[in-house]
Structure formats: structure tokens, C-alpha cells
């Protein structure tokens, strides 16, 4: 049974911008003529902080009141919700981030996602007779990525001491704070699947079983590693007595990770790419992860006129699901570490990943769609011719934003949780490909594909909306349709994270072979969309059903350019709370 509140929320996300039109998903307000939203966005003069739990934002609101930049508040808050949220986010995963820097008046791209542990090969899952890496255990385990992350961004952007920044997270993980509704509901759900492995139900349940909704939750373990990191810094989990302890489990658990895996780990500062949306610049960063998937649907979309196309319509449906199989095609095929590109094979990556989000490129892949007809397969482009995640977004009195997202992968991560530790490692390596010849093929020292990704949007030079939507696949569809929202159908910010979700389902993925599209997926559709809608779309071909849950997690800042305020927004379907001063 989903949590009350969700399914509320799910009753309650109509759409909103204009009066809706005949088959659009939801009539308008009968007084002020517009769709409604679940709440009010929140206006705020100096910052604001929007986090998918209330207590993380206000760990971020007290960090920038004591001097502290967005950068240290993210940070804060990122690390209390390791403990608050462990379903979604944790030390043990990785970590993607946007900062715009007002002096500078740039972006800056971080992304800090962990390679497959070097003892590992390809030919030792084909020893065990694997043809996919495991959802859970040791053998999706790279390594984290996260505190590595927190070290770069504070060196470049933080004005608190890292100790500071962590003394909120270290105090509720030793004094105990009240579960969450939803997180409660996620954490029940994943116990089951993840008591077996070693170390997690010693450190994530209460003698079994997961924290109930209200019941207070300690985690004297995580304060322990945390202060250890606040004390000795970057090192401490890298190189020091942190990693010899990760070695010797690993290496009595069955697993690869080894110290020298951590010792040698390095994120990186990369450009963030963009294009431009009918006059917005629209910002992603660039493989490893998904973000020019997005970027990819937009520009296929820009070639349709969207001002004579009503948002819930049978036609804005089709032609963001079309648009999504031909990008996640190349997404599929295309998208995967550089550092592992085969130039000589595929052409240069930088000039590949220019080429897919071009508008030419687009031109040619939505001359593939037809507009009364679902695609049933798609192939990749030529190139060259060679589910559980957080987001948070802060901004502070100075105008930095800060677009973070950051993740355990898949139900909590791998269930590796080593003794003392008090954190759970990712199974982000379940997204490799066990197949040579493959862009995303296993090899030891890789980064896997990666799904979660930040987004910002600017307009004529300057910031305008710092945002993300978690959730696996769902995350690059979630950031086109937000951007739609804002851009086409007029919604504010927190309407444009309230309107009725498209999700669609079984595109070909990065799996390669094992995971081909022949049937054209499954479209499911939130509650708001009207009945003429589904029976339109499967007029033409869509297989239309509703799905309890994939819909993603919003966060949202916007900067007004002429006065400075902001406006933050947070996502009904979760346990978040956008809040300013």
C-alpha cells in the first residue's frame, strides 16, 4: 500500500498554465481560470534550499544563516540525507553536480562517479556464467564516489569548514530523527531483498524489520565514519584506516573492491553542454551519465509547434514518447565512459556527443517519427559513422546555485554494508554491459553508464532554474517534460512539478542485446491524464497502463533575474520541502 500522502499527491497532480483545453488531463480552477498545483511555490530574498526531506533543508537554510556558501549547504544537506534517506543516497554512491558561480558568471560541472574495482574482469562473470552484472551482493559494487565530491566542491566553493558542514548530519545520526512517511514505505520495501548480504541488517533494521513512519532512527555507526572524515578529511575514507577496513570485507565477502581501488579513485571538473529550447539554454553534463538524453528529446521536440498543441493531449503524449525511443536508442548505444572511447572505432567523443545533440542530427532523427503511428523498434543513430536517487538544489544570498544529485543506485544500493561502517556501498556496476565491443563493456578501472544527472537552465547569459528529477529512466523524461512545462505550456515552478507524468518503459538499454525494444515498450500515464487521451493514444499503437511509482522526485530553484528573488518548488510525490529566507 503507497503512504497516503503519495497517492494524494498523485490524485492532486493536474496540469496547470491555461485553461485546459477539451482532452487535456485535468479541467482548470473554476475561479482563477489556471490548473492548480499541491501547494504554493515558496518566494525567498536571500536563499532558498529545496531537498526531498524537510529536516535536510533546513540543514541547509541553518548552514547558509552561519555564513556558509550553497556549496557548503549542499553538502550539509547531502550528508544528512545519507542518514535520513538512506533508500535513495549515501557515502557508499556517487555523486553529479552544476554550480553557477556569480563571480565567474559560469557553470561548472562535477562528476563524481567511481570506477569498477581493477581485480574484477569481464572474464570472471563469464566464469560464474553471467550474462548480466547482479542487481545486489558484491559484484555491482564500484567505488563511491560522494566524498570525493564534497572535498572538490568545498576546496572550490565552500566557506564552512568540512567539520561544519558535517557537525548536522553527525548530530542527528547520534540523537535520532523521526522517519519519514514515504522514505518508511521504500525502506520496508527493500529490507527483504537485502538482508542477506553482510552487514545490513545489523546496521538498517531494527531487529528485521525497517523503521516504521514517526519511530525515531539512529545511526551511531555513520556518525562515527563521519566524524572520522570531518577530522581527517578526503583521506580518511580514501587512504586511510576507512579503506582498510572496505578492503578486508570485501576481500572476506567475495567481492573486488580493494584499497588500492579507493586509493587511486579522482571525480572530475568537466563542461557542462546544453542546447537551446525555443530561447533556453538547457545544461546536462556529458557522458558517462544520461543528460544529453534529454537534451537529444528537446531538440527533436523544438521541431514541433507546441503553442497549437495542448499539454495532456494524445499529440504532446506521442510525440515526446517517439522522441524518447530515438534518444534512448542512442543513449543505448552511444553513451558511456570517454575514457574508454574507442577513437579509432567511433570518431572523437567530444565530436559524437556535439553531433547527437545537434540540431541536424535532430532534424534527421524526427523525420523517423510518425505522428499517427507508435514506433514498435528503433535503431541507434550513426554516431560518426566510426531506481533510487536524491536531488537537492540550493542557492545562497551571493547567487550561487546548486544543482546536486546524487545516489545509492538501485533499492538502497548493492546491501554491502560494512561493519561499523554505518553506510551501504551502490550497485552502480549493475549498468555495465557484459559483452565486448560495447561502448559501456565491463572493464576493470571503468565508470558504468550512469543515470543520475543534474540540470540548469539559463537565459540570455543568466541563471534561471536550478533543477532535477530523480528516478533511474525516468530522469532524463522527467527534465524534458519539466522544461516543456515551463517553456510551452506556461506552468509555473511548482505547477510544472505537480502536472501528470509521462513515463515510458522498455526502450533498449544500455544492457545492449538482452534488452532490445521489438515491442514498443509500455507508456504509463499518471493520474490527471483524461480517458480521450489513452484512447487516442492507443488508436495509435501505444500500450497505455498505469504504474504505482516511477514517476520521479522534483526539486526546484528559479532566480529572477531583475530583483534577485527566488522561487523554490518541491516534489508532492515525496517527503520534500522547498523552503527560504
Do not use: C
Not at 86 to 100: H, K, Q, R, S
Not at 270 to 282: F, I, K
Request: zero cysteines; a negative charge.
Amino acid at each position: 500500500m503507497r503512504p497516503v500522502a503519495t497517492l494524494l499527491a498523485l490524485a492532486l497532480a493536474v496540469t496547470a498554465g491555461v485553461v485546459a483545453p477539451v482532452g487535456s488531463a485535468a479541467a482548470a480552477d473554476r475561479i482563477t481560470g489556471r490548473g492548480f498545483a499541491t501547494r504554493s511555490e515558496v518566494l525567498a530574498p536571500h536563499a532558498m534550499a529545496a531537498t526531498s526531506h524537510p529536516l535536510a533543508t533546513q540543514v541547509a537554510l541553518d548552514t547558509m544563516k552561519a555564513g556558509g556558501s550553497a556549496v557548503d549547504a549542499a553538502i550539509a544537506a547531502n550528508a544528512a540525507l545519507g542518514l535520513m534517506e538512506p533508500t535513495g543516497n549515501g557515502i557508499g554512491g556517487d555523486l553529479f553536480a552544476i554550480v553557477w558561480d556569480p563571480k565567474t558568471k559560469q557553470l561548472h560541472g562535477y562528476n563524481g562517479s567511481g570506477r569498477s574495482p581493477r581485480a574484477l574482469t569481464l572474464r570472471e562473470f563469464r566464469r560464474r556464467g553471467l550474462d548480466r552484472v547482479p542487481q545486489r551482493g558484491p559484484l555491482p559494487v564500484t567505488v563511491p564516489g560522494t566524498v570525493d565530491a564534497w572535498f572538490a566542491l568545498h576546496e572550490r566553493f565552500g566557506r564552512r569548514t568540512m567539520a561544519e558542514n558535517l557537525a548536522p548530519a553527525i548530530a542527528y545520526a547520534r540523537d535520532g530523527h523521526p522517519v519519514h512517511e514515504t522514505i518508511a514505505y521504500y525502506w520496508a520495501l527493500s529490507v527483504p531483498r537485502l538482508s542477506e548480504w553482510p552487514g545490513f541488517r545489523e546496521q538498517f533494521t531494527i531487529d528485521g524489520r525497517a523503521p516504521r513512519k514517526g519511530e525515531l532512527w539512529r545511526n551511531p555507526n555513520l556518525a562515527d565514519t563521519l566524524e572520522t572524515i570531518a577530522r581527517d578529511g578526503r583521506a580518511a575514507f580514501y587512504e586511510g584506516e576507512l579503506a582498510r577496513r572496505i578492503d578486508a570485507y570485501f576481500r572476506a565477502n567475495g567481492g573486488f573492491l580493494r584499497y588500492e581501488d579507493l586509493a587511486a579513485h579522482h571525480g572530475e571538473w568537466v563542461e557542462p553542454v546544453s542546447t537551446n529550447y525555443r530561447g533556453v539554454d538547457v545544461w546536462e553534463l556529458p557522458p558517462n551519465g544520461q543528460g544529453i538524453a534529454a537534451l537529444q528529446m528537446l531538440e527533436i521536440l523544438e521541431g514541433y509547434d507546441f503553442s497549437h498543441i495542448a499539454f495532456g493531449s494524445a499529440e504532446h503524449v506521442h510525440l515526446f514518447t517517439e522522441a524518447k525511443k530515438l534518444a534512448f536508442a542512442d543513449r543505448a548505444r552511444w553513451y558511456a565512459d570517454p575514457a574508454f572511447h574507442d577513437t579509432a572505432r567511433d570518431g572523437d567523443h567530444a565530436a559524437l556527443v556535439a553531433r547527437l545533440i545537434s540540431p541536424e542530427y535532430a532534424a534527421e532523427r524526427r523525420a523517423l517519427i510518425d505522428p499517427e503511428r507508435a514506433a514498435r523498434a528503433v535503431d541507434a543513430g550513426p554516431g560518426l559513422q566510426q531506481g533510487d536517487t536524491i536531488y537537492l538544489t540550493v542557492a545562497d544570498a551571493d547567487g550561487m546555485m546548486v544543482s546536486l544529485i546524487q545516489s545509492n543506485y538501485r533499492g538502497m544500493g548493492s546491501g554491502m554494508t560494512a561493519p561499523g561502517t554505518g553506510f551501504i556501498f551502490q550497485n552502480r556496476g549493475e549498468q555495465f554491459v557484459l559483452r565486448e565491443g560495447h561502448p559501456n563493456s565491463f572493464a576493470p578501472g571503468k565508470r558504468p553508464f550512469h543515470t543520475i544527472i543534474p540540470a540548469f537552465l539559463s537565459r540570455d547569459g543568466q541563471p534561471w532554474v536550478s533543477f532535477g528529477v530523480m528516478g533511474g529512466g525516468m530522469q532524463p523524461q522527467g527534465h524534458v517534460q519539466i522544461v516543456m512545462n515551463l517553456v510551452d505550456f506556461g506552468m509555473n515552478l511548482q505547477e510544472a512539478g505537480d502536472a501528470p507524468r509521462i513515463h515510458h518503459d522498455g526502450s533498449t538499454e544500455p544492457e545492449g542485446q538482452l534488452s532490445e525494444m521489438q515491442d514498443g515498450g509500455v507508456l504509463n500515464l499518471e493520474t490527471g491524464f483524461a480517458y480521450e487521451t489513452v484512447r487516442a493514444l492507443m488508436r495509435r499503437g501505444h500500450v497505455v497502463q498505469f504504474a504505482d511509482g516511477p514517476y520521479g522526485g522534483y526539486q526546484a530553484i528559479a532566480r529572477d533575474p531583475e530583483t534577485g528573488v527566488y522561487t523554490g518548488a518541491s516534489e508532492s510525490r515525496k517527503d520534500g520541502q522547498a523552503a527560504g529566507y
